[in-house]
């Protein structure tokens, strides 16, 4: 695995950015994943609208997404990488919400590149590796 995809490319391909679209089209299917926690943002997202349409076709798009992608496991090495992202940004007085620790630790642990929108953000985890395919 080369990629892992944080929560604001899902949403991106679910609302059909051709530009997230085509930079996942490039890449071969074994060097893209997608951390748990991300998909449970975006079920999060989708549990709390109101029965419609809309929510149908959100709900949809997400499993066809979990049906396309594969997972970033959680194992002993997320939680170390969780712990220690948590800790560092804690001291410097930098934290960051719990999914997104969550999802970069996917990343580190793998040795993997985070796929994300808000890369201001997430540059501040040491040693991730970000980049930004809706640029």
């Known amino acids: 695995m ?66 396309e992608l594969p997972r970033v496991a959680w194992g002993d090495e997320v939680s170390a990488s969780f712990g220690s992202i948590k800790a560092h940004l804690e001291k410097k007085g930098e934290r960051i919400e719990d999914f997104d620790a969550a999802i970069a630790a996917h990343a580190l642990a793998s040795g993997a590149v985070l796929v994300t929108a808000n890369v201001n953000h997430m540059v501040r985890v040491p040693g991730l590796v970000v980049e930004d395919w809706s640029a």
């Open 2 to 67: 080369r990629y892992v995809l944080d929560t604001n490319v899902l949403s991106a391909l679910m609302k059909g950015d051709r530009r997230a679209a085509l930079r996942l089209k490039a890449v071969s299917k074994d060097e893209v994943a997608v951390p748990q926690p991300a998909l449970a943002e975006i079920a999060y997202g989708i549990a709390r609208l109101p029965r419609s349409r809309r929510k149908d076709a959100l709900q949809e798009r997400l499993d066809l997404l979990r049906s």
